[in-house]
Protein backbone atom coordinates (compact mmCIF):
# COMPACT_ATOMS: atom_id res chain seq x y z
CA UNK A 1 0.00 0.00 0.00
CA UNK A 2 3.13 2.64 0.75
CA UNK A 3 4.65 1.10 -2.43
CA UNK A 4 1.73 2.63 -4.48
CA UNK A 5 1.62 5.96 -2.74
CA UNK A 6 5.21 6.87 -3.58
CA UNK A 7 4.80 5.56 -7.21
CA UNK A 8 2.33 8.23 -7.96
CA UNK A 9 3.73 11.64 -9.20
CA UNK A 10 2.41 14.48 -6.89
CA UNK A 11 -0.04 16.86 -7.59
CA UNK A 12 0.56 20.54 -7.47
CA UNK A 13 -3.42 21.08 -6.06
CA UNK A 14 -4.44 24.81 -6.13
CA UNK A 15 -6.10 26.57 -2.93
CA UNK A 16 -9.99 25.77 -2.69
CA UNK A 17 -11.63 29.46 -2.49
CA UNK A 18 -14.53 29.71 -0.64
CA UNK A 19 -16.35 32.96 -0.44
CA UNK A 20 -17.69 32.76 3.30
CA UNK A 21 -16.10 32.21 6.26
CA UNK A 22 -14.16 33.55 9.55
CA UNK A 23 -11.11 33.55 7.67
CA UNK A 24 -9.85 35.62 4.70
CA UNK A 25 -7.19 33.33 3.71
CA UNK A 26 -9.34 31.21 1.22
CA UNK A 27 -11.75 34.38 -0.11
CA UNK A 28 -11.50 35.77 -3.55
CA UNK A 29 -11.16 39.46 -2.64
CA UNK A 30 -11.11 40.77 -5.78
CA UNK A 31 -11.06 44.22 -4.28
CA UNK A 32 -7.11 43.36 -2.78
CA UNK A 33 -5.81 42.05 -6.01
CA UNK A 34 -7.49 44.83 -8.24
CA UNK A 35 -5.38 47.10 -5.66
CA UNK A 36 -2.20 45.03 -5.69
CA UNK A 37 -2.09 45.40 -9.31
CA UNK A 38 -2.52 49.09 -9.14
CA UNK A 39 0.48 49.17 -6.53
CA UNK A 40 2.46 47.05 -8.56
CA UNK A 41 2.80 49.77 -11.19
CA UNK A 42 4.61 51.80 -8.12
CA UNK A 43 6.75 49.23 -6.84
CA UNK A 44 7.73 45.66 -6.24
CA UNK A 45 8.84 46.03 -2.38
CA UNK A 46 6.65 43.09 -0.48
CA UNK A 47 6.86 45.40 2.85
CA UNK A 48 5.42 48.35 0.83
CA UNK A 49 3.19 46.50 -1.19
CA UNK A 50 1.53 44.80 1.89
CA UNK A 51 1.22 48.90 3.45
CA UNK A 52 -0.60 49.93 0.01
CA UNK A 53 -3.18 47.17 -0.04
CA UNK A 54 -3.93 47.37 3.72
CA UNK A 55 -2.41 43.50 4.37
CA UNK A 56 -1.91 42.26 7.47
CA UNK A 57 1.62 40.13 6.67
CA UNK A 58 3.54 39.66 3.64
CA UNK A 59 2.27 36.38 3.29
CA UNK A 60 -1.13 37.72 2.75
CA UNK A 61 0.57 40.12 -0.01
CA UNK A 62 1.88 36.33 -1.82
CA UNK A 63 -1.38 34.90 -1.35
CA UNK A 64 -3.05 37.96 -3.12
CA UNK A 65 -0.32 37.19 -5.98
CA UNK A 66 -0.90 33.54 -5.95
CA UNK A 67 -5.05 34.09 -6.55
CA UNK A 68 -4.00 36.46 -9.33
CA UNK A 69 -1.98 34.25 -11.17
CA UNK A 70 -5.00 31.55 -10.50
CA UNK A 71 -7.37 33.93 -11.96
CA UNK A 72 -5.24 34.62 -14.72
CA UNK A 73 -5.16 30.74 -15.50
CA UNK A 74 -8.33 30.18 -15.37
CA UNK A 75 -9.32 32.92 -17.44
CA UNK A 76 -6.77 31.33 -20.21
CA UNK A 77 -8.60 27.80 -19.49
CA UNK A 78 -12.01 29.38 -20.96
CA UNK A 79 -9.98 30.74 -23.86
CA UNK A 80 -8.65 27.68 -24.99
CA UNK A 81 -11.99 25.44 -24.35
CA UNK A 82 -13.45 28.43 -26.68
CA UNK A 83 -15.88 29.87 -24.13
CA UNK A 84 -15.67 33.58 -24.02
CA UNK A 85 -18.52 36.33 -23.75
CA UNK A 86 -18.90 35.93 -27.40
CA UNK A 87 -19.74 32.69 -27.26
CA UNK A 88 -22.42 33.04 -24.70
CA UNK A 89 -23.96 35.35 -25.64
CA UNK A 90 -24.68 34.20 -28.57
CA UNK A 91 -25.58 31.08 -27.22
CA UNK A 92 -28.20 32.30 -24.88
CA UNK A 93 -29.33 33.74 -28.45
CA UNK A 94 -29.55 30.83 -30.61
CA UNK A 95 -31.83 29.48 -27.38
CA UNK A 96 -34.04 31.87 -27.54
CA UNK A 97 -34.21 32.52 -31.32
CA UNK A 98 -34.55 28.80 -32.05
CA UNK A 99 -36.70 27.83 -28.82
CA UNK A 100 -40.71 27.09 -29.50
CA UNK A 101 -41.77 27.72 -25.93
CA UNK A 102 -42.48 31.31 -25.03
CA UNK A 103 -41.03 30.85 -21.81
CA UNK A 104 -38.10 29.67 -22.75
CA UNK A 105 -37.12 32.53 -24.88
CA UNK A 106 -38.31 34.83 -22.21
CA UNK A 107 -35.93 33.10 -19.56
CA UNK A 108 -32.84 33.51 -21.72
CA UNK A 109 -33.88 37.33 -22.88
CA UNK A 110 -33.83 37.69 -18.85
CA UNK A 111 -30.48 36.17 -18.77
CA UNK A 112 -29.33 38.72 -20.76
CA UNK A 113 -30.88 41.62 -19.15
CA UNK A 114 -29.96 40.47 -15.63
CA UNK A 115 -26.41 40.76 -16.83
CA UNK A 116 -25.96 44.00 -18.16
CA UNK A 117 -28.37 45.08 -14.77
CA UNK A 118 -31.54 45.60 -16.39
CA UNK A 119 -33.63 43.86 -15.10
CA UNK A 120 -35.17 45.46 -13.05
CA UNK A 121 -35.72 49.95 -13.11
CA UNK A 122 -36.16 51.19 -9.50
CA UNK A 123 -36.05 54.60 -9.55
CA UNK A 124 -34.38 56.23 -6.47
CA UNK A 125 -36.03 58.90 -4.88
CA UNK A 126 -34.65 61.60 -2.41
CA UNK A 127 -35.85 62.70 0.44
CA UNK A 128 -37.96 65.69 -1.48
CA UNK A 129 -39.83 63.42 -3.73
CA UNK A 130 -37.61 64.83 -6.64
CA UNK A 131 -36.45 62.56 -9.63
CA UNK A 132 -32.80 62.53 -10.43
CA UNK A 133 -33.55 65.40 -13.72
CA UNK A 134 -34.93 67.59 -10.59
CA UNK A 135 -31.62 67.29 -8.50
CA UNK A 136 -29.41 67.98 -11.42
CA UNK A 137 -31.51 71.17 -11.92
CA UNK A 138 -31.14 72.37 -8.46
CA UNK A 139 -27.53 72.12 -8.53
CA UNK A 140 -27.19 73.82 -11.53
CA UNK A 141 -29.31 77.15 -10.40
CA UNK A 142 -27.42 76.96 -7.07
CA UNK A 143 -23.94 76.86 -9.01
CA UNK A 144 -25.02 79.71 -11.09
CA UNK A 145 -26.65 81.52 -8.39
CA UNK A 146 -23.35 81.66 -6.34
CA UNK A 147 -21.45 84.95 -6.51
CA UNK A 148 -18.89 84.84 -9.12
CA UNK A 149 -15.07 85.77 -8.04
CA UNK A 150 -13.40 88.45 -10.23
CA UNK A 151 -11.89 86.99 -13.42
CA UNK A 152 -8.60 87.07 -13.07
CA UNK A 153 -6.14 87.85 -15.93
CA UNK A 154 -4.20 85.10 -17.45
CA UNK A 155 -0.44 84.93 -16.55
CA UNK A 156 1.61 85.70 -19.54
CA UNK A 157 4.72 83.26 -18.76
CA UNK A 158 7.16 82.41 -21.35
CA UNK A 159 8.92 79.31 -20.17
CA UNK A 160 10.22 76.04 -20.88
CA UNK A 161 9.65 72.86 -18.81
CA UNK A 162 12.89 70.79 -18.93
CA UNK A 163 12.60 67.18 -17.89
CA UNK A 164 15.30 65.27 -15.98
CA UNK A 165 16.55 62.30 -17.70
CA UNK A 166 16.09 59.01 -15.02
CA UNK A 167 19.19 57.10 -14.91
CA UNK A 168 20.07 53.98 -16.65
CA UNK A 169 19.01 52.12 -13.48
CA UNK A 170 15.67 53.75 -12.99
CA UNK A 171 14.92 53.41 -16.23
CA UNK A 172 15.23 49.58 -16.76
CA UNK A 173 13.83 48.94 -13.55
CA UNK A 174 10.93 51.24 -14.21
CA UNK A 175 10.57 48.72 -17.52
CA UNK A 176 10.58 45.63 -15.57
CA UNK A 177 8.01 47.01 -13.30
CA UNK A 178 5.79 47.86 -16.00
CA UNK A 179 5.96 44.72 -18.09
CA UNK A 180 5.49 42.44 -15.04
CA UNK A 181 2.15 44.87 -14.83
CA UNK A 182 1.41 43.74 -18.28
CA UNK A 183 1.81 40.54 -18.52
CA UNK A 184 -0.91 40.14 -15.43
CA UNK A 185 -3.57 41.28 -17.51
CA UNK A 186 -2.26 39.12 -21.13
Not at 52 to 81: C, N, P, Q, S
Amino acid sequence: MNEQLKEQPKKKLKPVTFVKGRYSYHRQDKFKQNLLLKALQITSDPKKLKQMIGAKTVADVFRTLDKLAIRKEYHEALGKHGLNLETIVGGIKEVCEGASSESVKLKGYQTLLRSLGLDRYEEQLEKGGAGWEDIVLKMAEAEQSKPKLEESKPIDADYEVIEPVAPEEEQKRIDEEEAVGRSLYE
